[in-house]
């Protein structure tokens, strides 16, 4: 059984930073896709940025030059660095990780707000 468990969220100012932690149990964290998604009040889940499990990434166009994802197998550990942050960056942050299971936690609340 995977469990995902996010950290790293909270209240940050426009232009301002954080990083996002996804953790994963289990072993099959370095032959997993990974990724996040974000979910915006009244909006639908869009994704952020995926990653291969030999580190290719695909960005949402609107997170290039901003985020950067990356992961750590020894760690079973995945992150998500957030620079430039925006109000509408405002969301819950969702960690997937895709074998033949989509599996994903249970969400990180970040606000971008002055």
């Known amino acids: 059984q995977v469990q995902l468990v996010e950290s790293g969220g909270g209240l940050v100012q426009p232009g301002g930073s954080l990083r996002l932690s996804c953790a994963a149990s289990?072993?099959?964290?370095?032959?997993?896709?990974m990724g996040w998604y974000r979910q915006a009040p009244g909006k639908e889940r869009e994704l952020v940025v995926g990653?291969?499990?030999?580190?290719?990434?695909l960005y949402a166009n609107s997170m290039k030059g901003r985020f950067t994802i990356s992961r750590d197998n020894a760690k079973n550990t995945l992150y998500l660095q957030m620079n430039s942050l925006k109000p509408e960056d405002t969301a819950v942050y969702y960690c997937?990780?895709?074998?033949?299971?989509?599996?994903w936690g249970r969400g990180t609340q970040v606000t971008v707000s002055s």
């Open positions: 997937y990780m895709r074998t033949d299971i989509l599996y």
């Open positions: 990653i291969t499990r030999d580190g290719t990434a």
């Open positions: 289990g072993s099959i964290f370095s032959s997993a896709a």
